[in-house]
């Protein structure tokens, strides 16, 4: 069906679209569509910017050494790598539940999810390097050969070797690169055709799509975070990284939301009623990854096994403390009391702020992970003292850098919402009553 064809359809029933608005102004390309070209330049300066950040940590890595610019890259790829795997998740949730509210802010979700692939292959350059570089330079420690004796990895040996690692790693990038891209065709399909059994394929799909998204992310996490610290280990750990996915993912979203709105489209498609339910979205994956993280704290502290709590201890001294206070506070006493404002919830601007925090503290949580570890076996004496930030905000903002060029260019590629969706005339017309 036609973008005109649409157009005439919802005109003829959609009259009691939202705050009466005509369905077919609602609908037009200056309101769905983003100019051609828009954009282009801004991600081309990104584009130029990430590839220089990039360089310098390969210089970094000269100078500081290969775990320390391993360790920031991988800090920066996660992030990301987390924010596309929350919106698949979004985007599955919302086929699942039937849910007619978010159609017009599920394209916007769409398009994050679509960048997997690019966030596959940033983090494919550092699994080769962690393979091939001496065992002094890697940052995953189970992969040295001169610990390979280790009572513990010698017990995990049956899962924590080199072959079955890397066909793990090749099955979680390739479903995920399969739903995906499945997730993506029903959408784009049936903008293109009107036909509605894209929206039955897409959630049929998404049954068993859930199930291994939620086994690939578990063991993905295990393996590219948590095993990191071989010695470390946590059932709750797959949990504690989707809930940083979900709660990123959300936030990447209103800040696009806010941008587009900005920007003069959207109007009437998206409205306050929208970023009051992404807000609340915003709000519980915030208390939810605190629930998680205080959790997993509190049974690993109160089990008192040394495995575990030596994690955290690591994480209590050398500086870490304040980056572990900071987490504590800026990751959810902060939202959590300014999305309380009903107020803030229905503001697309005063949403993308908070999401701008909320991703900061994203990055900082994946930071807390990873960076402790690239002086985890090194003896006092011979550790740095403070931590080389320039390495570390260089290797972040490349990766961001290159991240949100393509996500503007994926966001300008085509209309900015699902049409001919079964559920739009719900979309529009939704109104929240709590």
Not at 73 to 100: D, E, I, P, W
Not at 184 to 211: I, L, P, Y
Request: charged share 15%.
């Amino acid at each position: 069906m036609s973008h005109a064809a649409v157009a005439q359809h919802g005109d003829q029933h959609g009259h009691d679209a939202h705050h009466g608005s005509d369905i077919k102004v609602l609908l037009s390309r200056e309101n769905i569509y983003l100019p051609e070209g828009a954009g282009r330049g801004v991600s081309t300066i990104l584009l130029g910017v990430g590839g220089v950040c990039v360089a310098l940590t390969v210089a970094g890595a000269v100078v500081h050494g290969p775990k320390h610019a391993a360790a920031s890259y991988l800090v920066g790829v996660m992030s990301v790598m987390a924010m596309s795997l929350g919106a698949m998740f979004l985007v599955m949730t919302q086929h699942l539940t039937n849910a007619g509210w978010s159609v017009t802010i599920r394209r916007q979700a769409e398009n994050i999810m679509a960048l997997l692939p690019y966030a596959i292959a940033l983090l494919i350059p550092y699994l080769i390097a962690q393979l091939l570089l001496p065992d002094d330079m890697k940052l995953i420690q189970w992969m040295r050969s001169d610990i390979k004796g280790d009572v513990l990895l010698q017990k995990k040996a049956a899962f924590l070797n080199e072959p079955f690692f890397v066909v793990r790693s090749i099955l979680y990038m390739g479903l995920w690169l399969y739903i995906s891209q499945r997730l993506w065709s029903h959408s784009v399909t049936q903008d293109r055709t009107g036909d509605r059994n894209e929206t039955v394929k897409a959630r049929r799909m998404c049954t068993w799509g859930m199930f291994v998204f939620a086994l690939s992310v578990a063991f993905a996490s295990f393996d590219w975070l948590m095993a990191l610290d071989f010695r470390f280990f946590s059932t709750m750990w797959p949990v504690y990284f989707f809930a940083g996915s979900a709660f990123s993912s959300v936030a990447l979203l209103a800040i696009v939301i806010a941008v587009l709105r900005t920007m003069g489209r959207l109007t009437g498609v998206v409205t306050k009623e929208h970023s009051h339910d992404l807000g609340k979205l915003m709000f519980s994956f915030a208390v939810f990854w605190a629930y998680i993280a205080f959790s997993q704290y509190f049974l690993i502290w109160y089990s008192n096994i040394p495995e575990e709590t030596a994690y955290y201890l690591r994480r209590r001294e050398g500086g870490w403390e304040i980056l572990t206070a900071l987490l504590a506070f800026g990751h959810f006493i902060v939202p959590f009391f300014i999305l309380l404002l009903r107020k803030v919830k229905q503001s697309s601007l005063a949403l993308a702020g908070v999401g701008l925090w909320m991703i900061l503290m994203h990055v900082m949580d994946i930071f807390w992970i990873v960076r402790p570890m690239v002086y985890a076996n090194v003896p006092t004496a011979q550790t740095p003292s403070g931590i080389t930030i320039w390495l570390d905000v260089v290797a972040i903002t490349g990766v961001f850098a290159i991240y949100a060029a393509l996500l503007i260019r994926k966001v300008a590629s085509g209309v900015l919402i699902p049409l001919n969706d079964p559920r739009q005339d719900e979309a529009l017309a939704h109104t929240n009553y709590v």
